[in-house]
């Protein structure tokens, strides 16, 4: 069964980071591109960032540019998501997404396995 177990999250102080943690099972995220979105409540869900699985590349949407930053462990499976210089505007609940494509580019792909979500409360 393909599954992604999403990890990490919690309540910080704008300025603070936090790392989330996507760990898939049942498959290799070597062949997958892997994005985390957001939805604050009220809103409709967004892109945060995706990483393609074949070529490593990777891309943020403007409100996250420059403070967060994607990355991959083939050994552990899973993909991280490090979230810096945090503002309350950040606050929202995180979701990773996987689907199947090994080209380098994953932008305005439809992801078919999602996490669980993971709230992340940026507050003083």
């Known amino acids: 069964q393909l599954q992604l177990v999403q990890s990490g999250g919690g309540l910080v102080q704008p300025g603070g980071s936090l790392r989330l943690s996507c760990a898939a099972s049942?498959?290799?995220?070597?062949?997958?591109?892997i994005g985390w979105f957001r939805q604050a409540p009220g809103k409709e869900r967004e892109g945060v960032s995706w990483?393609?699985?074949?070529?490593?590349?990777?891309h943020f949407y403007d409100s996250v540019k420059g403070r967060f930053t994607i990355s991959r462990d083939n050994a552990k499976n899973t993909v991280y998501l490090q979230m810096n210089s945090l503002k309350p505007g950040d606050t929202a609940v995180y979701y990773c997404?996987?689907?199947?494509?090994?080209?380098?580019?994953?932008?305005?792909?439809?992801?078919?396995?999602w996490g669980q979500g993971t709230q992340v409360t940026v507050s003083s």
């Open positions: 990483i393609s699985g074949t070529y490593n590349t990777s």
């Open positions: 049942g498959f290799t995220l070597d062949y997958y591109c």
């Open positions: 997404a996987a689907v199947r494509y090994g080209g380098s580019w994953c932008h305005a792909l439809t992801y078919n396995y």
